[in-house]
């Protein structure tokens, strides 16, 4: 595990949803995130007064638990379309250059 924020993604097929873990390591210690009751909400009123966020970071902490998150879900298998229509590209054009490979050496 690397140090700062870890995020952990994986699918859980007992219930078939996901499973995420929020990990903090500093040195060799590693702490990790009570898990967060998405049952307690309360209303939101944004004209009387803005609500404390739920998740909050400070300096470099917002930006790499942010990245090691987008991490966690790609490794996990949810990708952003732009992502998945870029992969079908490549695969497009890997599929043609082995076909262009085919007709050039076809006859040596």
């Given at each position: 595990m690397k140090e ?105």
């Amino acid at each position: 595990m690397k140090e700062g924020w870890n995020v952990i993604v994986r699918y859980d097929e007992r219930f078939a949803g996901v499973n995420v873990w929020l990990i903090h390591k500093r040195g060799s210690e590693e702490t990790v995130v009570l898990p967060i009751d998405l049952t307690l909400t309360m209303s939101l009123e944004p004209s009387i007064e803005i609500p404390e966020p739920t998740l909050r970071f400070h300096g470099n902490d917002a930006r790499q638990f942010l990245q090691d998150l987008a991490e966690g879900l790609v490794d996990a298998g949810f990708k952003p379309d732009e992502l998945k229509v870029a992969n079908e590209r490549v695969k497009a054009i890997e599929y043609h250059l082995e076909d262009m490979r085919r007709l050039v050496f076809k006859g040596n």
